[in-house]
Every structure is written in C-alpha cells, then in structure tokens.
C-alpha cells in the first residue's frame, strides 16, 4: 500500500477515533460510540497489516502475535465481570506502556530497521522520541501494575508513604531528565537502560502514596501517560494512526482526570505527582463497635417505600458485585405501579469508575431520563421519602463534610442523610473501599439492611 493511501485511511481512522469519543461521553451514544471505536481500530490494523510490503516471515510472525494477542483480549473481554472493570482496564494501561517500552528498546538496538540510522547515530529527534515513549511507556508500565494489585485488593489500599518521598520523585524525575540529555550526546546503550530502569521505579512511587479514594482519578491519570507513551512511539515509527490515537487518548485521559479532580474536590497536581500531600486513610470517627445500629428487613423496607410519594435510590460497587442491577430495575417497576416516584441517583467515581454504574444500569434497561448525576439530584434528597442505598459507602459518608481527617475530607458526597429515611443495604459495617467508617450507618434516620443487595432487592420485592 502506498504511503499516501496509508495516510489517508490513518486519517479516517482517527476521524473515527473522535467520533468515538464523542460517543462514549453519553449512555444514549456508547453503543454507537463503541461501533466507532472498532471500526477505527479494524482499518488502523488492515493499514498497518498491508503495509508490511510483501508475505515474508515478518509477515507471519505478525499474523500470528496478532492472532494470539486478538484471542486472549476477547476471551478477556468475555470472562470479565463489571465489576472487575477498574482493574482491567489499569492492566490494560500497563500492557500499552509495556509495548512502548519494546519498540523503544527495538528502534534503539535496530534502528535501521525503522530508517533512524545506525547503531550509535541515531537520528537526534529519534532518540528524543524514543527515549520519551520509553520513560513514560515504563512508569505507565509500573504505576499501572500497582494501581491494578490495589484495585484487586492483591495490595492494601491505603497510601504507602515514607520520609522523603516526594524529594526522591523529584530527584529520579530529573534524573530521567538529565539521562535523556547525554543520551542524546553519547547514544550510550548503558543510559539508554538507566532511563528505563529508573522510570520503572518512578511509576512504582508516584501510585503507591496515593489512596484508594482517588484511585479512579489514578486509573484515569494512567489512561493518559498510556496515550502520551503510545504518541510518543508513533513519532518514532512515523505511524500517523499511534500519533493521532496517542495524542486523542492522552489529551482525553488528561482532561477526564481534570474533571474529575475537580468534581471529587482533589488538587490535579497532588494525584499526578503521587498524592503530594496526601492524608492518612484513618479518620477521627472509629468507635463504630460502640455506637447503636438499627436492624431492618425486606418486610421494613418494602413498607416504608411503598408509603413514600418519592424514593431515589444510590447505586454503588456493591450492586455490581451482587450483580443486582435486574432485581432492582423489577422493585423500581413495582413501586411505580404503587404512583411512588422513583430516581437513580449517581457519584461520578461510583464503583471506582466514571461511567461504572450508568452502564450496569443500562444492562436492566433503566431509562435514561431517570438517572441523574451528583450535582443534578443532591439538592432533591432534603425532599426525598427514601433513599435506598444500595452498595455504595465513601460516596454518601457525611464525613467528607464534617472530618478535615478524613481522607475524602472535601470530596463531594450525595447528600443522602438528608433524606427523612435511609436503607442501607450492605453485608456488614466494613468500612468502603478509602477505609474509612461510615458516619451514615448510625444515624437515626437511616435502617441497616445486612443482605447480599441481590437477594435482599428480590426479597423486598416479594414483598411488595
């Protein structure tokens, strides 16, 4: 395939990408959205396919990674649970950052192979390029590693600090800085593997200070640094489709985690410099095994909903681990044949990932227009019967109102206390995934449901 057609088609596939995007950032619009996406994506890999020039062994080692790399992502994709989503998708980031890394290190021992000169006169925008991809390539490889064994509760979730910390970041940051610098002078193979031995232990440092209150910013952040390392190789390999792609997901990825510092109240700087500043996950409120609960049933709940003339319900991760999204869609249509209003209330970061419950909802068949966002829905639970809680906890805990302590002091909760009752289905008291206590489950409007969220929904609507 000409270089020229190459381009052109690079070009609609990016064309594609945008739409994609675009897509994406509405429930109505996903499915469409993700057409897009694979579209894009298939021409990317035809192009490039074509574009090797003729059926040689490279041809076919080619065919083969993809064909093995293709399989494992769909027998992934079909395996996993949503409620696995967050760690997925951080292990996905880490695989890109992986990749840049490799054709990185490729380019640098063969780079002749890519047109970039020779062993030890390498062009000097190349190995700029390549020397970029790779750094940030390895720290999104490590940072997502960590940030994957946190979500997967395989590490604990709380900040891992030490004395001195963020001096070392700062240190091994320029240190990367200067290696590139007399990389670029001696093209010597040994700062070449400095670079990337360092950057892997920067991505390490920069996630493990960080909570697991802000790891979706984290998981957002790592989206980014994936897009930048995927750019930074494309310039490398003069690929107009790894440019385009890169720069979309790491500008996206940096605007998504913008907005989303910003909604959970967090400094942006703070989270991409590895939590500076960062507080201890212990909170001033840990007497829970001293204060008075109150114990309810399906019978209890379904009475107070059934008399209420409204009921907004939060959805959390403990809907998705329960897999409870179909059982509540039958008890919302059965309370609103009893004329009780009913709507879903949703945190941005509820289930550890923007977007996580809007789509486990979706799954049931919720209308649209029933579901609202933090900011649209919170002044409405001062009005509101019943709020049904059903999994979620650091997403309504008063305390991020009242305890300066506290890890998600500042955060925007849902003001779900302010509704005249509060069920509250969860397993037990265990704290949420910041672990922290939650000041809601002892107030006096709020009744403890102690249920798996499936079993209890379907039980309330036997009763019912």
């Not at 409620?83 to 054709?103: K, N, Q, W, Y």
């Not at 920069?206 to 979706?216: F, K, N």
């Not at 923007?354 to 009005?383: Q, R």
Request: aromatic share 10%; glycine share 10%; net charge neutral.
């Amino acid at each position: 395939m000409s270089a020229n057609l190459s381009a052109l088609f690079y070009l609609i596939s990016g064309i594609l990408f945008i739409l994609a995007l675009r897509g994406l950032s509405s429930p109505e619009t996903s499915r469409q959205g993700n057409y897009f996406g694979i579209a894009g994506m298939a021409i990317a890999i035809i192009v490039t396919f074509l574009s090797i020039g003729s059926f040689s062994s490279g041809f076919i080692y080619v065919l083969i990674f993809l064909l093995v790399g293709g399989s494992i992502g769909a027998f992934i994709a079909f395996r996993i649970p949503m409620t696995a989503m967050p760690e997925l998708v951080a292990g996905f980031h880490s695989l890109v950052g992986l990749a840049a890394v490799f054709v990185a290190i490729s380019a640098f021992l063969k780079p002749e192979a890519f047109n970039l000169g020779i062993v030890g006169n390498i062009k000097l925008a190349s190995l700029i390029e390549m020397s970029l991809g790779a750094a940030i390539g390895a720290i999104t490889f490590s940072g997502s590693i960590i940030a994957f064994l946190k979500l997967r509760g395989i590490m604990s979730g709380a900040p891992i600090t030490f004395k001195g910390q963020h001096i070392i970041n700062l240190v091994l940051g320029l240190a990367i800085i200067f290696l590139i610098y007399y990389l670029c002078l001696s093209q010597s193979s040994n700062l070449f593997w400095s670079i990337i031995l360092i950057s892997f232990l920067v991505g390490v440092l920069l996630i493990i200070p960080i909570g697991g209150a802000d790891m979706p910013v984290v998981i957002s952040m790592l989206n980014s640094y994936s897009g930048w390392a995927a750019a930074g190789i494309g310039f490398t390999l003069e690929n107009t489709a790894l440019i385009i792609t890169g720069a979309l997901v790491g500008s996206s990825g940096a605007i998504l985690s913008y907005i989303m510092c910003k909604g959970m109240n967090r400094s942006f700087f703070n989270v991409i410099l590895g939590g500076w500043g960062a507080t201890d996950q212990t909170s001033s409120s840990e007497t829970k095994e001293q204060k008075p609960v109150k114990n309810g049933n399906a019978d209890d709940a379904a009475f107070l909903m059934k008399n209420a003339s409204s009921v907004i319900i939060v959805p959390g991760y403990g809907m998705a681990v329960a897999q409870a999204q179909h059982a509540l869609r039958e008890m919302v249509d059965a309370l609103k044949k009893n004329g009780v209003k009913v709507s879903y209330a949703i945190h941005p970061v509820a289930g550890r990932m923007p977007g996580h419950m809007n789509v486990l909802l979706a799954e049931a068949n919720v209308p649209y227009d029933e579901v609202f966002e933090l900011e649209e829905i919170n002044n409405d639970f001062a009005n509101c019967d019943v709020a049904y809680v059903i999994g979620a906890n650091d997403v309504t805990n008063p305390v991020a109102k009242s305890d300066p302590q506290s890890p998600i002091y500042g955060m925007p909760v849902l003001d779900v206390e302010k509704s005249k009752s509060v069920l509250f289905v969860k397993r037990s008291l265990s704290p949420g995934y910041a672990g922290i206590d939650n000041d809601l489950f002892y107030r006096d409007n709020t009744l403890m449901l102690f249920a798996d969220a499936k079993k209890m929904t379907e039980e309330i609507v036997k009763s019912l």
